[in-house]
């Protein structure tokens, strides 16, 4: 077979796979870069010509295929494998006969090479295997957002890398920055699946109780020229004034952890935001709920505390299944709920109603001098019920603050400290991203809380345009769509769909790959509630296959149970 031949039937066989940008890379791409030995075995052997003038041989020129079976005896865990690398692919060949992995990509650097190689070894068993991709020359950002698309932890189970260790010693300046990548998807995709894990069956039984109420009509709110937001951080006592002599047009959005605050100052917020699913949030609403104002609430709410309201408004949030509602219930409106906080989500429906101008008080991302909310909050008279006089008031806000056991104490050069945890960090950072995205005008008010960094400030003259040179055409109304169909009538049809599932196979990854695009829709609604499952399984989980169908059978459940009610 000439060389040519053999390229055509490489590309061909990646041409099956979802590694079409790879695939043009290559095949446009000029071959150089490397030669071929034999091994003593026969097998051939990728040598790399460095720019140093070394000649960097990929595998053993021994026993290339025995070496890679040691290696493979090593990865028995099923998972999202990683290869950084691929050479002549002894290694990733035994591991996939080996059949740990449920889904894959191989990054690869270097187009010339790429096609060299392709032109010289017969890689076609692992370029045609559709649980990998191959990815060549990518940049870091866009690594990070396939393996975020391709790695889900309760289906795919956990991520596994896997080096050619010659390969990434050959490119280690760019192999560290695949690296990086792999560890940034990881770590958000980490993130997301144990917040999956602790409320994914409350998120999906809150939606489904949701959605009766949800279907009612609800009157448009209108865009806003200005907005303040007000969270419930101890800085919001020095803010009260402030916020009690607001000008008329400064429109008031609550965060429902501040409510309680503002009430007992005499202060009604002209919309308040509530995106908890836990029924602590009933808390907030102890004093009641002023019935002339909007309350946005997540469809994911506890259906305790949407009822509560007068006027409740309903959005879409990142939820797999409030995106699947959207699309065949009725359209709700989406809010930014990523930064993980309901501070980051009423600055999001600021945005969405046009605010040219948001500021921010009370959300100080920390603990100054160790408090943790501001006074008139939930959770004082919350412990007050709870003191006695082994455990007084003061004791119960120690426990609360001192049960993390990773604060961060910060402290300031005139001696002013406050304490720091890994979330709250992470809720600053995320709220500093979104002002700088924002056409908005975005600013927080820092009190006594964590400080902004230079690059996060007010300023928008970099960034041409902003939302008071565009004016109220590109801000949005609040509105809820028309429903497509009756609460009853979606619940049932849902109930229908997931009765007729098919019955899983094993590896559960490819038998998602061989779904129809509406049967992965429904799937992926259930995902969530997976990621619970499999949490409960801690000492002795079952397999992947049996998870999902536990999963289908209790979503079923819930379904039944709010048709019945």
């Not at 002549?88 to 996939?96: A, F, K, P, Q, T």
């Not at 709920?289 to 505390?305: E, G, H, M, R, W």
């Not at 008080?361 to 008279?381: E, M």
């Not at 490819?510 to 779904?515: A, P, Q």
Request: net charge neutral.
């Amino acid at each position: 077979m000439t060389k040519d031949e053999l390229f055509e039937r490489n590309m061909l066989a990646l041409s099956s796979t979802q590694s079409i940008e790879a695939s043009i890379l290559i095949r446009n791409a000029q071959p150089g870069g490397m030669k071929t030995e034999w091994a003593k075995d026969g097998s051939i052997v990728p040598v790399l010509e460095a720019k140093d003038g070394r000649s960097i041989a990929l595998h053993s020129r021994y026993n290339p295929q025995e070496q890679a079976k040691k290696l493979a005896s090593t990865y028995g865990q099923q998972g999202f494998y990683v290869f950084l690398g691929l050479g002549g692919g002894y290694e990733i060949l035994s591991i996939l006969q080996r059949s740990p992995v449920s889904r894959g990509i191989i990054i690869e650097y270097d187009a010339a090479y790429m096609r060299e190689l392709l032109s010289t070894v017969d890689l076609t068993p692992i370029l045609a295997d559709r649980r990998l991709s191959l990815c060549v020359d990518m940049e870091e950002t866009a690594l990070v957002n396939l393996i975020a698309q391709r790695f889900v932890p309760a289906v795919t189970g956990n991520l596994v890398t896997v080096p050619l260790r010659a390969r990434v010693d050959a490119d280690p300046e760019r192999f560290t920055q695949a690296v990086t990548a792999v560890r940034k998807a990881m770590a958000a995709a980490s993130d997301d699946y144990s917040v999956q894990a602790y409320f994914g069956k409350r998120w999906f039984a809150n939606i489904i109780h949701n959605l009766e109420h949800a279907s009612r009509p609800t009157p448009p709110v209108m865009p806003i020229r200005e907005a303040i937001i007000s969270a419930a951080g101890p800085s919001l006592d020095d803010a009260l004034d402030t916020l009690k002599n607001r000008s008329r047009q400064q429109y008031l959005i609550a965060t429902d952890t501040s409510l309680r605050a503002l009430l007992s100052y005499g202060i009604q917020p002209d919309a308040l935001v509530s995106i908890d699913c836990q029924h602590i949030s009933y808390y907030h609403f102890m004093d009641g709920c002023p019935p002339d104002i909007p309350v946005f609430f997540d469809l994911a709410s506890p259906p305790t505390v949407t009822r509560l309201a007068k006027k409740p408004y309903f959005f879409s949030s990142g939820h797999p299944l409030a995106r699947y509602l959207s699309s065949q219930f009725r359209a709700f409106p989406s809010l930014d709920t990523s930064g993980g906080n309901v501070t980051h989500a009423a600055v999001s429906l600021a945005v969405f109603l046009g605010a040219s101008r948001i500021t921010v008080y009370g959300a100080d991302f920390s603990y100054p001098l160790g408090s943790s909310y501001a006074r008139g909050t939930y959770i004082y008279p919350y412990f007050d019920r709870r003191q006695n006089r082994l455990r007084p008031q003061e004791a119960l806000f120690s426990e609360f603050l001192y049960r993390n056991q990773q604060l961060i104490r910060q402290e300031d050069s005139d001696g002013f400290f406050r304490y720091l945890t890994k979330p709250l960090i992470a809720y600053h950072e995320r709220l500093s991203e979104l002002r700088l995205s924002s056409l908005s005008s975005i600013s927080r008010v820092q009190g006594r809380g964590l400080a902004d960094e230079a690059c996060t400030g007010v300023a928008r003259a970099d960034r041409g345009t902003t939302r008071s040179d565009i004016g109220l055409a590109a801000a949005s109304v609040f509105s809820s769509g028309p429903l497509f169909k009756s609460a009853r009538g979606f619940l049932e049809d849902y109930l229908d769909e997931l009765q007729g599932m098919k019955r899983i196979s094993a590896p559960a990854s490819s038998f998602m790959d061989t779904l129809t695009h509406k049967e992965k829709d429904i799937w992926t609604t259930l995902l969530p509630v997976a990621a619970a499952i499999q949490r409960e399984y801690r000492d002795k989980p079952p397999t992947t296959e049996q998870v999902l169908e536990e999963t289908r059978l209790w979503c079923m459940g819930i379904v039944r149970s709010e048709l019945d009610a």
